[in-house]
């Protein structure tokens, strides 16, 4: 597995040279969020009996932040490489397709969970600490990062130019994750956007995770951790799928 | 069996790419410590074939193997015995050149490869920029990276799709210098160029494609052979010729006399009728085929 360790480690290097924005602007983006948000909803909402508006969003938000950033990295690390034709430089040694997807997964993770940590700690100043389930917040923040890095390493190599990337990115990341629940609960909407929610997989992602932070949720997270676990599963074979073809890689 | 396994190995190999087909049956075989060409125009199927063999191509049929390894189904033995230095001028803006190469080596299991990249770094002119990101190097300076790169493994065998493409004429001489020294070490050369006197002057045997076929291969010696068109230039102290060889004998602008001839006997035959008719020869200068000459010859036969 020495050629992984090379790629993990180059995967890693790559958002660490450009930190600022691949770590420090996502939180920055989700600081402001948290301020205007609980500044023009923290008097009038309380989701849940007894939990602070902000209490209730800042889980959502680190959610999000860490969805949007794990996906973001294997993404834009292939598109780029493809885009610049330094997609050789991988393609040529003699790296399994094994190897690629856990390189390029685990480094997207890792990205996700540093940023995730990031709003964490920023928003301590505005929320108070509280963590009723470490264990169900680590298997949640693991899960969520991880399948959105497989869609990230799809998403890669399946767009050819930057705009399709980006309309991946904007029409499919970003509704599926605004619409799931960050700044509600979904038992505010009418019963139609209920159940649209409740296909919607980033909802067990957002709502599970809150349970961890409030020990309340709008589903058993239970169940989100199976649908988490069932989209993962689906989502590295689809992936391992076409790395082992090579599709769009190996002509 | 190891006298006989090729360095290369390539059979009956095609590859078809929606409406053309880039490669039509190519067989090739070329043996440890050649330095071989790879001639053809514009889309006759090198780089498709040298894709193929990096891996970077899959093959509709036909198989190929590098050091008796099988490039698809033996692909991991393929890729650490193969150095690829592709004709794209592709780099990796996030790295500088040192972590380029550190980075590079990983992917192939070394860890402790730094006394070889200070090698590579300095037989390359690459030592002094070892710490400048790659986008500010100059192109020179990006072509010799991708050699440094496609070496970081030593490969034993050593493909360079158009090196010398856009390379100014200093670095042409020394990355030529470097390889040749690599052969001469053991290692296997296959090049493609489009300077023709660059593998006239370097490569033991040359293959010619074609449309996706070999339409030659053999010795550079050899094909140098085909053509006996030889051509002598001549300048006269007075414009008199041989009646006999008026037809034969061009003026050109500058008021030298040219001649094509296969044979030296001809040549010498025009020298006694120059001397019987009194003409004397004031310059003469001889010019031999070159591989330009045969290749625009094949191109155009086949």
């Known amino acids: ?40 909803l923290e008097a009038h909402v309380e989701v849940y009996p007894g939990v602070s508006y902000t209490s209730f969003l800042v889980p959502g938000l680190v959610m999000m932040s860490m969805l949007q950033n794990a996906f973001s990295n ?44 990031g709003v964490w700690a920023v928003t301590l100043w505005y929320a108070p600490f509280q963590l009723p389930h470490p264990v169900w917040l680590l298997a949640y923040a693991l899960l969520a990062c991880a399948i959105m890095a497989a869609v990230g390493i799809v998403a890669g190599i399946w767009a050819e130019k930057y705009d399709q990337l980006a309309a991946f990115q904007n029409f499919l990341i970003l509704p599926l994750t605004f619409l799931s629940g960050v700044f509600y609960s979904i038992h505010s909407l009418p019963p ?10 980033v909802f067990y992602l957002i709502d599970g995770f809150r349970y961890a932070f409030v020990g309340q949720s709008d589903t058993d997270p239970g169940l989100g951790l199976l649908v988490a676990g069932a989209c993962f599963v689906a989502i590295s074979a689809l992936t391992l799928m076409l790395l082992k073809s090579g599709y769009k890689l190996r002509h | 069996m190891s006298q006989a396994t090729p360095a290369i190995h390539v059979d009956d190999l095609r590859k078809r790419f929606r409406t053309t087909q880039a490669l039509d049956g190519v067989s090739l075989d070329i043996l440890p410590g050649e330095f071989f060409g790879l001639l053809g125009p514009n889309g006759a199927g090198k780089t498709t074939l040298i ?29 650490r015995a193969l150095g690829v230095v592709p004709q794209e001028l592709v780099y990796d803006p996030f790295f500088n050149v040192r972590e380029t190469l550190r980075i590079q080596s990983g992917y192939f299991g070394l860890k402790h490869n730094d006394g070889w990249i200070d090698e590579i770094m300095h037989h390359l002119d690459l030592a002094q920029h070892a710490d400048k990101n790659t986008q500010s190097l100059s192109g020179g300076m990006k072509r010799r990276l991708l050699v440094a790169q496609a070496l970081v493994h030593k490969p034993p065998v050593i493909v360079l799709d158009e090196p010398t493409a856009g ?33 006239e002057a370097l490569c033991g045997r040359i293959a010619m494609l074609k449309s996706g076929r070999v339409v030659a291969c053999d010795t550079t010696r ?19 010729v041989p009646v006999a060889w008026q037809d034969r004998l061009l003026r050109d602008a500058e008021g030298s006399w040219r001649i094509n001839f296969s044979e030296y006997l001809e040549l010498e035959t025009l020298l006694a009728d120059l001397r019987v008719t009194g003409v004397r020869v004031t310059e003469m200068h001889l010019q031999e085929p070159d591989l330009e000459d045969v290749f625009t010859d094949i191109m155009k036969r086949t």
Request: proline share 2%.
């Open chain 1, 192 to 201: 139609f956007w209920q159940a649209v929610s409740r296909v919607n997989p």
């Open chain 2, 222 to 240: 050899n094909l140098l052979q085909l053509t006996n068109e030889h051509c002598a230039q001549l300048r006269l102290d007075r414009d008199d």
């Open chain 1, 1 to 40: 597995m020495s050629g992984f360790s090379a790629l993990f480690y180059k995967e890693l290097l790559r958002f660490w040279k450009v930190v600022v924005q691949t770590v420090v602007a996502p939180v920055v983006t989700a600081l402001l969020y948290l301020l205007i948000f609980s500044h023009v």
């Open chain 1, 74 to 117: 294997s993404s834009s690390s292939l598109i780029q490489s493809k885009m610049q034709g330094n997609i050789v430089f991988v393609l040529l040694p003699p790296l399994s397709y094994l190897e690629f997807f856990l390189a390029y997964l685990g480094a997207a993770i890792l990205r996700g969970l540093i940023v995730g940590l």
């Open chain 2, 51 to 79: 894709s193929i063999l990096a891996g970077l191509t899959r093959a509709d049929a036909g198989q190929a193997t590098i050091m008796g390894h099988d490039v698809v189904r033996d692909y991991r033995q393929a890729r």
């Open chain 2, 167 to 199: 390379v100014d004429v200093d670095l042409r001489r020394s990355l030529w210098e470097f390889i040749s020294r690599l052969n001469r070490e053991g290692h296997t050369i296959l090049l493609t160029t489009h300077y023709l006197e660059e593998a």
